[in-house]
């Protein structure tokens, strides 16, 4: 079958257009008419972390959070041994994290399960926001990986081969979430920018009117992939209506868009914690003002082996990749030193530095205010956590999370847990769940839940 070629070209033109209009919508009236929704914000770090000195969990990184112990909570003896069943290719790193935020032990991308953000950010309450969750990571890793890298790179997922967009160049995201604010404030919604969603809305129309108009003309498969088209459409036009009724917003200082980094590599690590730093900053800005209400943000990806961390101060010898430092137990491994003492201060160096970064999210969220008076910390649940135990053994047990805030009063703060034996990490993942709404009795290879953090 012969289709007009014309017709074609048009819907495809939209069909590639409409993504970056929905990115760059300005968040004049962003903030649907919904109930307030309590925040999200997750933050990974590779690689584990020094762990012969007996602490579970080890002291020497949560004493770099001690300014936030009123607010901090830690979860440890969890284990993730859906790991076991990832088809492993010689990369443990994959094995580890696959399934951490998924609880399905996917090695390829068609059988990937729904990661815990995106069923959070599926909640009603969650649709008023600009985008309903972010996934960030601060450095996106090319080259030859045994799995695919996409599983690699992208910690949020809707599903089989549904990777969510991820963000690691601060400017892009920057636009993503505020458009074309720049220097600026998000506030009510003016004439102009009425008339403008109002002519998006018929674009819209226009658009699935004359997309519907093929159906009958499509085979089965054709019809198939028309209809997942079709659906992406009607979501966007709800969207857009939800700006067009929802209620003025508080006005919201965003500030200005930062410079465009290009694609990370070993060579850039220099501008890595200025890079590091607008992510985070953006996100704070980004919860503050609702322009999205859950996020999930990698440091770097599982190994992490990009990033050389020169600009550590003290770091002792030749350094190399953050995954060379991590395995500090064998020597002359990947460029790291023969001394096992030089290689494990440098290892802790790295995972100081990188929770101290951690400390400073927690920091800007405490002391970013919000018109109702409360901090943006007050309304946010920030859970942070790696995928693996130890550095250089990829373990897989004596996990621990460590959780700040209190996600609106959902959560406690101040307690620390420990199970002697271990439990599945997946019971922690379902107890967040189920305290933002979402209606689950198991997750992954969950046994119950974590209730001694619940309020």
Same mark, same amino acid.
């Given at each position: 079958?012969?289709?007009?070629?014309?017709?074609?070209?048009?819907?495809?033109?939209?069909?590639?257009?409409?993504?970056?209009?929905?990115?760059?919508?300005?968040?004049?009236?962003?903030?649907?008419?919904?109930?307030?929704?309590?925040?999200?914000?997750?933050?990974?770090?590779?690689?584990?972390?020094?762990?012969?000195?007996?602490?579970?969990?080890?002291?020497?990184?949560?004493?770099?959070?001690?300014?936030?112990?009123?607010?901090?909570?830690?979860?440890?003896?969890?284990?993730?041994?859906?790991?076991?069943?990832?088809?492993?290719?010689?990369?443990?790193?994959?094995?580890?994290?696959?399934?951490?935020?998924?609880?399905?032990?996917?090695?390829?991308?068609?059988?990937?399960?729904?990661?815990?953000?995106?069923?959070?950010?599926?909640?009603?309450?969650?649709?008023?926001?600009?985008?309903?969750?972010?996934?960030?990571?601060?450095?996106?890793?090319?080259?030859?990986?045994?799995?695919?890298?996409?599983?690699?790179?992208?910690?949020?997922?809707?599903?089989?081969?549904?990777?969510?967009?991820?963000?690691?160049?601060?400017?892009?995201?920057?636009?993503?979430?505020?458009?074309?604010?720049?220097?600026?404030?998000?506030?009510?919604?003016?004439?102009?920018?009425?008339?403008?969603?109002?002519?998006?809305?018929?674009?819209?129309?226009?658009?699935?009117?004359?997309?519907?108009?093929?159906?009958?003309?499509?085979?089965?498969?054709?019809?198939?992939?028309?209809?997942?088209?079709?659906?992406? !459409?009607?979501? =966007?036009?709800?969207?857009? /209506? %939800?700006?067009?009724? $929802?209620?003025?917003?508080? +006005?919201?200082? #965003?500030?200005?868009?930062?410079?465009?980094?290009?694609?990370?590599?070993?060579?850039?690590?220099?501008?890595?914690?200025?890079?590091?730093?607008?992510?985070?900053?953006?996100?704070?800005?980004?919860?503050?003002?609702?322009?999205?209400?859950?996020?999930?943000?990698?440091?770097?990806?599982?190994?992490?082996?990009?990033?050389?961390?020169?600009?550590?101060?003290?770091?002792?010898?030749?350094?190399?990749?953050?995954?060379?430092?991590?395995?500090?137990?064998?020597?002359?491994?990947?460029?790291?030193?023969?001394?096992?003492?030089?290689?494990?201060?440098?290892?802790?160096?790295?995972?100081?530095?990188?929770?101290?970064?951690?400390?400073?999210? !927690?920091?800007? =969220?405490?002391?970013?205010? /919000? %018109?109702?008076?409360? $901090?943006?910390?007050?309304? +946010?649940?920030? #859970?942070?956590?790696?995928?693996?135990?130890?550095?250089?053994?990829?373990?897989?047990?004596?996990?621990?999370?460590?959780?700040?805030?209190?996600?609106?009063?959902?959560?406690?703060?101040?307690?620390?847990?420990?199970?002697?034996?271990?439990?599945?990490?997946?019971?922690?993942?379902?107890?967040?769940?189920?305290?933002?709404?979402?209606?689950?009795?198991?997750?992954?290879?969950?046994?119950?839940?974590?209730?001694?953090?619940?309020?």
């Amino acid at each position: 079958m012969k289709l007009d070629r014309r017709m074609f070209l048009r819907g495809a033109g939209v069909a590639l257009a409409l993504p970056m209009l929905d990115a760059m919508l300005p968040l004049r009236s962003a903030r649907a008419a919904t109930a307030k929704a309590p925040k999200l914000l997750y933050i990974f770090f590779p690689n584990g972390y020094v762990t012969d000195d007996g602490a579970k969990p080890p002291t020497y990184m949560l004493d770099r959070l001690k300014a936030h112990n009123a607010n901090l909570s830690v979860v440890s003896g969890l284990e993730n041994v859906l790991r076991l069943q990832v088809d492993a290719r010689g990369n443990a790193h994959a094995c580890n994290f696959i399934p951490f935020l998924s609880g399905v032990s996917a090695s390829e991308a068609n059988v990937m399960g729904r990661t815990f953000d995106r069923e959070i950010a599926a909640l009603p309450q969650h649709r008023g926001s600009v985008l309903d969750s972010v996934s960030v990571n601060a450095f996106y890793q090319t080259g030859s990986f045994s799995h695919d890298p996409v599983l690699l790179n992208h910690p949020s997922w809707d599903g089989p081969n549904k990777p969510r967009p991820v963000y690691h160049n601060p400017r892009d995201l920057f636009v993503a979430l505020f458009g074309g604010v720049t220097g600026g404030t998000l506030g009510q919604t003016n004439a102009a920018e009425i008339e403008r969603l109002k002519r998006k809305r018929l674009l819209l129309d226009g658009v699935m009117s004359e997309i519907k108009s093929l159906d009958a003309r499509l085979g089965k498969s054709d019809r198939v992939r028309l209809d997942e088209y079709l659906t992406s !459409i009607a979501e =966007l036009d709800k969207r857009t /209506q %939800a700006q067009l009724d $929802s209620s003025p917003m508080t +006005t919201c200082s #965003v500030g200005s868009a930062p410079k465009s980094f290009p694609q990370p590599t070993a060579s850039q690590s220099d501008t890595y914690p200025e890079r590091l730093g607008l992510l985070q900053d953006i996100i704070v800005t980004a919860f503050q003002c609702d322009a999205t209400r859950v996020c999930t943000f990698l440091h770097a990806p599982p190994g992490g082996a990009g990033i050389r961390h020169t600009f550590i101060n003290g770091m002792e010898g030749s350094v190399t990749g953050w995954h060379g430092h991590s395995h500090y137990t064998t020597p002359n491994y990947q460029g790291n030193s023969s001394d096992l003492e030089v290689n494990k201060r440098n290892f802790r160096r790295i995972t100081s530095w990188h929770f101290d970064r951690i400390a400073d999210a !927690i920091t800007k =969220l405490a002391s970013t205010k /919000q %018109a109702n008076g409360k $901090s943006v910390l007050d309304e +946010t649940l920030v #859970v942070f956590g790696s995928c693996q135990h130890g550095g250089g053994n990829h373990g897989y047990r004596d996990l621990f999370l460590g959780l700040a805030g209190q996600g609106d009063g959902l959560f406690k703060s101040g307690v620390k847990l420990h199970h002697d034996k271990n439990v599945p990490l997946c019971n922690a993942w379902l107890t967040v769940l189920q305290a933002f709404g979402v209606n689950k009795s198991s997750w992954g290879n969950s046994s119950g839940t974590v209730n001694a953090i619940r309020v």
